[in-house]
Every structure is written in structure tokens, then in C-alpha cells.
């Protein structure tokens, strides 16, 4: 078939203005034809366009909804802005849990759990849905946050049309199969061309040398390690610098200091200096530390660079000051908006989660335009922000996990490296790699030459998830439901074919017994002769199952047991029921979804003010960083004393019962930051706040948004179990001062940074 047997796919390519590549072509086919796709290629390929693609179709679609999902709040925003643009802003919505835009248009980007929680309340939102685009699904993988979007894949409706976008994993196929098997009709896309060629390079202390050359020597994106490295690994090397002979480089001009000397680490400046100085700017380095980010600025600064120019300048100081005109005196003093200014002006900016959103923004849109040069950012980068680079630069191949150096991986490798070089933008990208000492030439060209790396689920049911299935499915459907989770198809293949089939058996078995209830006479005996021999073969499925592996299933068995003997859950009649306890339950995200429904259930918050609820919230939601191990500084009174004590009281309890029901167990609760939320709550200025906490005001402002959503939880928690009509006036109460409290602390520049 052609194109133009696509009239959607021939409007659509006609008005983008470039051509599509056959990848991209093959996924928007297959999506006009009402099928969904999982499309797994290179970073900076053009992946995006089929999502565009899904939302142009969504909107020839007479009240069809589009949702277009992403793993972090600023890549959800981003796209929001982007979306905006293209279609109006009355046109797109945007939800991320803190922050809630016209819920209800016909385009709405949100982040994944904002979609799972969706699922699970049975909102109204999900009436008309005709597409969900799931950006970096292959995030499936990650040990905290994956499992959302299995749940997603697994209880969206069949009529949902899924647009999964993924890096170029090596088991795309069997990724593919999974989500054929579950919802059928899916077709997976994999392309491994990379339309811009990426090159791979070391930076020495001397000179910018390839990490692969040709027969001649010259520059090429793979062939035979470079000789003169293989030098320096063993201790030779040679004199002299080539002014950056690894990318042809400039001789003519260079802005400050020569780029690199002989015989000294190179720093964080002396990288700035040879990206600039062989044309490899803008670029993007990275470096695993957010302390170290704002100190390369600074070392940049120290040192003279500078890669504007003045009507650049210009500009620069314009955006900036435009973004932050709300700003008091005491705030900028206390951000630092002078130093980060001076950083922008000159081109240079940092790049991570420890920084205000608005500043992340600003240096988002002026890298965009290419006015921002050079940022040192950490790995939260990668998340597929749009910020194109000509160059990636890779300060060192380890980093820090909360308790060992490991080295860099290959997904993560390719992930970083993935950002050099965009479409439409650069004809070549350009890795770089900063040389020490430890560097391994085999390990660094096998991180390069890897391509691809596997998807491996990290899916396992959790006690909200289990109150969620079971209030929309009896037991066994629950539990045949979670045979067929990406976990399971790993563990055994075979083990989803048979839940599928299963699941289609008892969908046929409840027909069954409906029509058998209808009938009579000799009719009512058929149906009922039909339905137990179907139900003889749907128990020998299940029996089949079982004896296979089970191992999801099982661990529902473990969960179920305990919140039966949490109470959560009840039996009556012989079948499972959520108690009314379990409405509270489900309304509560998290891994510590147990522990906060425990503490809510047994008032344990008893006594608590708006700011003291506050206060431990952030205690329930807080995750210390590593060097975050003084004792909790808690605040003044006895009562916030006493709460903290009986929260800690049933932590123990549940860790008990974890370890005895073999599950896993949750993290202590942590009061790190409990003073600063309470103080900040009472009214604080945000200039005591920081001086106080000692964190950076991203870092507040991230964990105030922590709060927020968890009161915001509390809240609609409450007001389901008074709707369930259990202890209406106390948890009434309670659902009024969390409504109170998030008011207290959505505030300055809280508030103002919810719309970024």
C-alpha cells in the first residue's frame, strides 16, 4: 500500500512539511487502520511525530480524547506548552498530580500514575478515550516507578488504540508480544537507523581524539579503536595538542584560554573550552552531582569563558527576567539569581532536580534556541526533555546508586548519548567521553557499540493495587488478571497464553450462567450442562496455571492474606469483598500506600493542626537523599512528638507482618525535612526556609509538591470512607484540614512553580 490509500496519513504528512521515514510511515499506517503500535528506534529518530500523528487522528475523530502520558512532570509540561501551540490552548489539558488544566479537553497530557489512578477510580475522563500515547515506555524497566505502566497496559479498555514509544530496546519483539497478547491487535516498529550519524570521542588532557578511526585515520561512527588511546591506556601517549584533531577542529578563533594543557585533569571549564573550540556547541555534559552541576558553572565563570554574544546577551537577560518578574527581592537574593543570571548571560547554565522549575525552564527554552550554550546537568535530562545538543559530553563512565559506585550501564550510556545530535537540526552528533585514569577501552567501546539494551518488568502487586482489583473483579479474575503482567510473560511465556484464553473462558462461563438464569425448562438444562463443563475446563486452566510458575499470582495470595488480617478486606458469602476501610486504602498511592492508610484509620494524626499534618505528610512522603542521616529534627511539642511516635509504632507493625507474610518491606518514615514543612506551612519567609533546611529550592520546592499530592490523597481518602459511612465526623474533619493544609503550603514560590 501507498499513502495515499491513508488519507489521513497523506493530510497528515502533507501539512508537517518533511518527509517521513519508512518506520514512521509503517506506525502511522498501522494506527489508521485502528491498531495499536509499539515503536521502538533511536533517540532523536522521530518517534514523536507518531504521536503527533495519533493526535491528529484523535481529532478527526468526532469526541474521540487523546492522552498523551510521560514519566516526569516537566517533559508532561513541556509537551503541554508544545501541544498548546499546535492545537490551542482551550484544545489541551494538562495533569500532574499538583497541578489540574482543563481535565476535560479533548488533548490532555498527564503523567503516568495521574493516568493509572484514573483507571482505578473509574473516572468519567476515560468515556471517549480513543488513544493513549506512552512516551519512554520502556521506563516499564525501572525498579520504582514501573509497574504503572504495566497496570496501564493491562486495564485500559481493549478500544483504547496504545502508541508506545520506546528507546531501541533489544527485546522490542518480546515486549511487542506481551502487549499483543494482553490487548491484541499491536504491531511492533523497530528502527535501528539513526538518521543522524553519532560519533564517539575521548577528551584527554591534551587533545579531542576519536574514539574510532578508519584505515586513514580518519573520523567514523564505528571501525577499529584508536592506536593513540590504546597509548594512554598503557601509560604512552604523546606531546602536543592537535586543536581538536578528532572533529577537524578550529585553530583560527578560540573565546578564552587555550582548551586544554598538558600533564592536568581536565576540568570542568577545560571541557567547556574544547567543546567550543572544536565547533561541538551547544552541548550538554553531564556529571552525576547536582553540587558538582553548580560548580562547573561556577568554575566557568571563574575561569572567563564566555559564548555569547552581546546581542545574545541581550536576549538572554530579557527571557530570564521576563520568567521571574513575579519575584520578590528577598527571593532572588536568596535563589541566587544573580549568579544564575551571570551563568545564563555568559551562555553556561546547570540543569537538575535541585533547581527551581522556572529556572529549569528558562534554561530548557534558551538551550532550545540555542542562546544557552553549554549546561552541566545530571542524568534526569535524559527523561526525553526536548533540549537538542550537537554534543553530549560524559564527565565519567560510574556513579554514585545511594550506596556503591556501579558503572554506567548501556541503557543509560545509550540514553545520555542519545541526546547529541538532532533531527533537523544536526547533520552529526557527538559523543564525548572525559579520559581518566580508570577508563577501560574495552568497556568504553562496548557502552558505545551497544545500541540497545533489555526491558526487564519490575511489576509486583502492592496492597493498593490489590483493593483497587478486587473492588472491579471478583479473586480469580484478579488474580488471572496479574498472570498476564509483563513480570509473568518473562517468567513463562506460556503461562500468559493460557490466562488469556482463561479470561476468555470465564467471560463466556458468566454468559453462560446469565442465560441459564433466564431460562427454562430444557433451555435453563443446556446452558447449565454448558456452563459446568466450561467450568470444569476453566478450573483445569487455572490448576494448569498454577503448576507452571505463579509466581505474581502468589505474591497477590501474600498481599490478600495480610490486608484480611489488616481488615481491609473481608470474606462474605464465601468470595472476597473490599471492607469499607478498603475505599480509604484505595485512594492511597505510593509505597507507603499501607502505612498512611493505618495511620489514617487508627488516628494516629490526632491532635495535629494544619501545619502539623503538613509536617508529616512530608514525613509519610519523604525520601532521604544519602547523606541525610542526622536524627529527625522534628518540630517543638509534644503533640507533633507523640503523632511521629505512633506513626513509628505502626511502621514496626507492618514491617513485622511484611516480613511474616514474606512481602517486601517499606522504608522507615523520615523526619529530615518535618521542621522546615511545618515552619514553611506556618508562613515562614522561603529566605529562613532554605537557610534553615540547607537544601536548594528545587529540592523544597519538589518535596512541598510531595506533600501536596499526599494531602490531597488524604483528603479524597477520607471522603470516600465517610461515603462508605464509617467514622463520618472524625474523618470528615481530617479531610478538612488536609484541604487546609495544602492551601498552607501551596504557596510563594510553591505556588508559583505549579505552572511550570
Avoid at 10 to 35: M, N, P, V
Avoid at 44 to 69: C, H, M, P
Avoid at 262 to 291: G, H, K, Y
Wanted: hydrophobic share 40%.
Amino acid at each position: 500500500m501507498t499513502i495515499a490509500e491513508y488519507p489521513a496519513l497523506e493530510h497528515f504528512s502533507g501539512k508537517i512539511g518533511y518527509t517521513l521515514d519508512e518506520f514512521q510511515i509503517s506506525a502511522c499506517e498501522r494506527l489508521e487502520e485502528g491498531r495499536s503500535v509499539l515503536v521502538a528506534a533511536p533517540t532523536g529518530s522521530g518517534k514523536t511525530t507518531i504521536a503527533e500523528f495519533a493526535v491528529y487522528l484523535a481529532r478527526r475523530e468526532r469526541d474521540a480524547k487523546i492522552f498523551y502520558t510521560a514519566p516526569i512532570k516537566a517533559l508532561s509540561n513541556q509537551k503541554f506548552h508544545e501541544l498548546c501551540a499546535e492545537y490551542g490552548e482551550d484544545e489541551v489539558g494538562l495533569l500532574t498530580g499538583d497541578v489540574n488544566i482543563r481535565g476535560d479537553a479533548p488533548i490532555v497530557v498527564m503523567t503516568t500514575e495521574v493516568l493509572r489512578n484514573m483507571i482505578y477510580a473509574e473516572s468519567s475522563a476515560l468515556a471517549d478515550l480513543a488513544f493513549v500515547v506512552l512516551d519512554e515506555v520502556h521506563y516499564l524497566g525501572d525498579r520504582f516507578r514501573g509497574a504503572v505502566w504495566e497496570e496501564i497496559i493491562l486495564h485500559l479498555p481493549r478500544s483504547v488504540r496504545l502508541v508506545g514509544l520506546s528507546a531501541t530496546v533489544s527485546n522490542a519483539e518480546e515486549f511487542g508480544d506481551w502487549m499483543h497478547a494482553v490487548r491484541g491487535d499491536t504491531d511492533v516498529i523497530l528502527s535501528e537507523h539513526r538518521p543522524v550519524p553519532l560519533y564517539q570521542h575521548v577528551l584527554t588532557s591534551k587533545e579531542l581524539l576519536p574514539l574510532y578511526v578508519g584505515h586513514e585515520g580518519e573520523l567514523v561512527a564505528r571501525g577499529r579503536l584508536n592506536p593513540e588511546l590504546r597509548m594512554l591506556e598503557t601509560g604512552g601517549g604523546r606531546g602536543g595538542r592537535s586543536g581538536g584533531r578528532g572533529r577537524g577542529g578550529r585553530n583560527d578563533r578560540s573565546r578564552g584560554r587555550a582548551p586544554v594543557r598538558p600533564s592536568r585533569r581536565v576540568s570542568r571549564a577545560d571541557i567547556a573550552r574544547a567543546l567550543d573550540e572544536t565547533e561541538l556547541l551547544p552541548a550538554i555534559v553531564f556529571v552525576f552531582s547536582r553540587n558538582g552541576c553548580d560548580q562547573a558553572v561556577r568554575q566557568c565563570l571563574y575561569d572567563g569563558i564566555r559564548l555569547t554574544t552581546r546581542e545574545e546577551r541581550e536576549e538572554i537577560r530579557r527571557v530570564a527576567l521576563a520568567e521571574i518578574d513575579g519575584m520578590t527581592d528577598e527571593e532572588r537574593r536568596v535563589l541566587g539569581v544573580s549568579e544564575w543570571l551571570a551563568g545564563l548571560e555568559r551562555g553556561i547554565a546547570a540543569h537538575h532536580a535541585g533547581l527551581l522549575p522556572a529556572f529549569k525552564s528558562v534554561v530548557e527554552r534558551l538551550f532550545q534556541r540555542r542562546l544557552v550554550k553549554l549546561v552541566y546537568a545530571t542524568e534526569t535530562l535524559a527523561l526525553g526533555i526536548n533540549m537538542p545538543a550537537r554534543a553530549v559530553a560524559i564527565e565519567r563512565l560510574d556513579k554514585f546508586n545511594g550506596e556503591d559506585r556501579v558503572p554506567l550501564t548501556s541503557g543509560e550510556y545509550t540514553q545520555l548519548t542519545g541526546r547529541a545530535g538532532r533531527r533537523g537540526i544536526d547533520t552529526e552528533g557527538h559523543a564525548v567521553v572525559v579520559w581518566s585514569d580508570g577508563v577501560d577501552l574495552e568497556s568504553l567501546a562496548h557502552l558505545a557499540g551497544a545500541r540497545s539494551f533489555p526491558v526487564r518488568s519490575s511489576f509486583r502487586p502492592t496492597a493498593n493495587m490489590a483493593v483497587n482489583l478486587l473492588q472491579r473483579m471478583d479473586f480469580e479474575r484478579a488474580r488471572d488478571t496479574l498472570e498476564l503482567s509483563f513480570a509473568q510473560f518473562q517468567a513463562d511465556r506460556e503461562v500468559v497464553d493460557h490466562a488469556r484464553a482463561l479470561r476468555a473462558e470465564q467471560e463466556s462461563l458468566a454468559g453462560y450462567d446469565e442465560a441459564a438464569a433466564r431460562a427454562q425448562g430444557s433451555d435453563r438444562k443446556r446452558w447449565e450442562d454448558r456452563a459446568r463443563k466450561l467450568r470444569r475446563k476453566v478450573e483445569r486452566g487455572r490448576r494448569q496455571i498454577a503448576s507452571r510458575t505463579g509466581t505474581i499470582a502468589r505474591t497477590f495470595d501474600r498481599v490478600v492474606e495480610q490486608l484480611l488480617t489488616l481488615g481491609y478486606l473481608e470474606e462474605a458469602s464465601g468470595e472476597l469483598e473490599v471492607a469499607p476501610w478498603g475505599e480509604l486504602l484505595r485512594r492511597i498511592y505510593g509505597d507507603r500506600d499501607l502505612l498512611v492508610a493505618e495511620c489514617l484509620r487508627h488516628d494516629t494524626l490526632r491532635g495535629l493542626d494544619a501545619a502539623g499534618l503538613a509536617a508529616m505528610c512530608c514525613v509519610l512522603s519523604y525520601e532521604p537523599r544519602r547523606d541525610d542521616d542526622g536524627d529527625p529534627r522534628l518540630p517543638g511539642g509534644a503533640v507533633f512528638a507523640g503523632a511521629y511516635d505512633r506513626v513509628l509504632d505502626i511502621w514496626v507493625r507492618l514491617d513485622d507482618l511484611a516480613e511474616q507474610h514474606r512481602l517486601p518491606r517499606s522504608e522507615m518514615p523520615h523526619a529530615g525535612l518535618a521542621k522546615t514543612m511545618h515552619e514553611w506551612a506556618r508562613g515562614q519567609s522561603i529566605e529562613r526556609i532554605l537557610e534553615s533546611a540547607g537544601i536548594g529550592a528545587g529540592d523544597f520546592v519538589r518535596w512541598s509538591k510531595q506533600t501536596i499530592d499526599l494531602l490531597d490523597q488524604i483528603s479524597q481518602a477520607c471522603e470516600a470512607a465517610v461515603r462508605a459511612g464509617i467514622d463520618e465526623d472524625r474523618l470528615g474533619a481530617l479531610a478538612q484540614l488536609a484541604r487546609e493544609a495544602k492551601r498552607s503550603v501551596r504557596r510563594g514560590i510553591v505556588e508559583a512553580s505549579s505552572s511550570n
